[in-house]
């Protein structure tokens, strides 16, 4: 079975904190994709970065950063220096190589962001 | 390069009735997926469809089905709609040929009410 866990359900922080979102995914394929993806208020999904598992190395985009540890089968996101307007719900979702587009979502991290 | 546009966003039906959402993909997008949204639930895949032929499909009852046409437009209906199917359902499109690795660009969605 596939599954995606996101613990953290609500985060609060103030403008200019570190964050880090937790996503702790379970899967019987080798070859497998991971995702994260931003929900702002407008609704629609904003796609963040693709992963595969045969590439472990970490990313670092402007304020955000991505830890991928299959050890542990995490793959936990980072923003740096929050920002207001950064506040949104986060998934990270996985996705089998032979599944098409059937991604499961985890139930998504919903993070505030204070000025 | 316009995106993923759905139509209606908001929507209002009563149960037992039958309703259909529109999705145009991004021009060049040849597959279209349906995700429904709640809170409940969190995100769900609905099915996929590329080049007018239903790809994968998620495990919602046959009440929910689709088409894609030859403009790669596709259209979701939902028929004797029940007050859980009030939702956001997100459609999104994807080049439709690299498999899981494709990357998804949602729409806005559209929200379903049901009363």
């Known amino acids: 079975a596939q599954k995606v866990t996101q613990a953290q359900t609500e985060i609060s922080v103030v403008e200019k904190e570190d964050v880090t979102l937790d996503c702790v995914y379970e899967t019987r394929d080798t070859t497998y994709y991971l995702f994260w993806y931003k929900q702002p208020p407008s609704g629609e999904l904003v796609f963040l970065i693709r992963r595969n598992s045969f590439d472990e190395q970490n990313e670092i985009s402007g304020r955000y950063s991505w830890n991928f540890q299959k050890s542990t089968s995490s793959f936990n996101f980072t923003i740096t220096a929050s920002q207001v307007v950064d506040s949104a719900v986060y998934f990270c979702a996985l996705r089998r190589e032979t599944g098409g587009f059937k991604t499961i979502f985890g139930a998504g991290t919903r993070l505030f962001v204070k000025a | 390069k316009a995106g993923v546009t759905q139509t209606p966003r908001y929507l209002i039906k009563t149960r037992g009735q039958q309703v259909t959402l529109s999705c145009s993909p991004i021009s060049g997008h040849r597959s279209v997926s349906w995700y429904q949204q709640t809170p409940g639930q969190g995100l769900q895949f609905l099915f996929e469809y590329f080049s007018e032929t239903q790809r994968n499909k998620g495990n919602f009852p046959g009440r929910f089905s689709g088409r894609q046409f030859s403009n790669s437009r596709s259209e979701m209906n939902v028929s004797t709609l029940e007050l859980g199917d009030s939702a956001l359902y997100l459609c999104?499109?994807?080049?439709?040929?690299?498999?899981?690795?494709?990357?998804?660009?949602f729409g806005p969605g559209t929200r379903l009410t049901v009363l």
């Open positions: 999104a499109s994807s080049l439709g040929t690299s498999g899981a690795t494709d990357t998804q660009y």
